[in-house]
């Protein structure tokens, strides 16, 4: 007797054990009432808007995305039960992305499942990262870096410009056993994503999971594109003359947090003096271009607002959603104006005055945390020469642009 009654208070009755039903009844009810079948189909039906609100994406992209993903996240039919379809499983992981929205409330929409809404999330996200990534991030070609580099000059009026190199930390839990590994200098939770942008604000290379605690030497150099840049690897263009004839290197530009390399233009140190008026000068030009880095991730944390809050999820699962979103941020920037309408990036003025885009009124303050120092700056004399040449030819008479000394200097 007294054997039975210490088994039951160690691994419960059998009664407590029998499950009280297979399927929540409610559940059964998924392909009729659940948010996709009703909600979504009457959002494509009669109102484009609020679908593109809803889901990001026009009803067009979307089904082009999830032809692209189908085969990776649809299930076989049983005899038990009719597998969730892949176009629930797709609209339920892009709302998640899209909102930020909890799993738990995301099972009442959907008739889902909790612990079926996080599996659908972490195997998605991962299936549009591993499906996508050779289309939405296929690494540039000589022809493709030279396209951008002229758009730079056209648009910012820096030369031989092939891209913008920024980090971010995004936001998570604290991971289980992680101590303070994750814990980085802006006392949060936190994982790098580093990334370079081109002047479409489109991400051209990108790495995830560094911990946010990791600095200074070894996130920039420990990526994949780091290594790239820095041992010269990347398929750049040859190096071109510039207007004034000078003939440079085709460069990255980066924030004092980089280090300066023959590939990297970073500014010169803070604490210019007045007399320093060309470095100033310089240190200007090269912030106008890195514009482009900022709206990128600007852009990306006001569309995919999962970013504005810690993200709760497994470390895998974190990292397969950035990767996800950045593949879902140029898949839909591509064509579609509602995704980036004018406004919403920054712009100058018809006094070129920088005017700040709508997506800086619709992120968290956290967000726009930088990525702290990478690496010494203990640089060679030639990576030195050729930011001398940048600045003097940013303050010749063939490089300076009409409105820069009153604009910096009053």
């Known amino acids: 007797m007294y054997e039975s009654l210490l088994k039951e208070q160690l691994y419960g009755s059998a009664k407590q054990a029998t499950r009280r039903w297979w399927v929540r009844p409610v559940l059964r009810k998924r392909e009729t009432d659940g948010a996709f079948s009703k909600l979504v189909q009457d959002l494509e039906k009669e109102d484009p808007q609020w679908y593109f609100e809803y889901l990001r994406m026009t009803p067009t992209k979307f089904k082009e995305l999830l032809a692209i993903v189908k085969s990776k996240i649809e299930k076989k039919h049983t005899n038990w039960r009719r597998p969730i379809s892949a176009a629930t499983r797709l609209a339920l992981t892009i709302r998640h992305l899209a909102t930020g929205e909890s799993k738990r409330s995301l099972s009442y929409q959907y008739l889902?499942?909790?612990?079926?809404?996080?599996?659908?999330?972490?195997?998605?996200?991962?299936?549009?990262?591993?499906?996508?990534?050779?289309?939405?991030?296929?690494?540039?070609?000589?022809?493709?870096?030279?396209?951008?580099?002229?758009?730079?000059?056209?648009?910012?009026?820096?030369?031989?410009?092939?891209?913008?190199?920024?980090?971010?930390?995004?936001?998570?839990?604290?991971?289980?056993?992680?101590?303070?590994?994750?814990?980085?200098?802006?006392r949060f939770f936190s994982v790098v994503l580093m990334a370079v942008v081109d002047a479409d604000y489109k991400f051209q290379f990108v790495d995830v999971g560094a911990e946010g605690s990791a600095g200074d030497s070894s996130i920039f150099a420990r990526s994949s594109f780091g290594c790239a840049i820095l041992n010269g690897t990347i398929e750049t263009p040859e190096p071109k003359p510039i207007p004034n004839g000078t003939i440079l290197p085709h460069v990255f530009v980066a924030d004092e947090a980089f280090p300066l390399k023959m590939n990297i233009m970073r500014p010169f140190p803070g604490g210019l003096s007045v007399a320093d008026r060309q470095k100033r000068v310089y240190n200007y030009r090269l912030s106008r271009a890195r514009l482009v880095v900022e709206n990128a991730f600007g852009i990306l944390a006001a569309r995919w607002r999962i970013f504005n809050s810690p993200i709760n999820c497994k470390l895998e699962t974190v990292d397969s959603i950035v990767k996800a979103c950045c593949c879902l941020h140029n898949f839909v920037m591509s064509e579609n104006s509602q995704y980036c309408p004018i406004n919403f990036v920054d712009a100058q003025s018809g006094n070129r005055e920088i005017i700040p885009g709508a997506w800086r009124t619709m992120v968290s303050d956290n967000w726009l945390q930088r990525q702290q120092r990478q690496g010494a700056n203990n640089f060679a004399v030639t990576p030195m020469t050729i930011r001398t040449k940048f600045?003097?030819?940013?303050?010749?008479?063939?490089?300076?642009?009409?409105?820069?000394?009153?604009?910096?200097?009053?």
């Open 391 to 410: 600045l003097e030819y940013f303050n010749s008479g063939q490089g300076a642009l009409p409105w820069q000394e009153e604009y910096l200097f009053g």
């Open 112 to 186: 889902i499942g909790r612990s079926t809404v996080t599996l659908i999330v972490a195997e998605t996200t991962e299936a549009i990262w591993t499906s996508m990534k050779s289309q939405c991030l296929k690494p540039p070609t000589q022809s493709t870096f030279q396209t951008i580099a002229d758009k730079f000059m056209r648009r910012w009026d820096f030369p031989n410009c092939i891209g913008a190199i920024d980090g971010k930390y995004i936001r998570l839990r604290c991971p289980e056993n992680s101590g303070s590994t994750y814990f980085c200098h802006k």
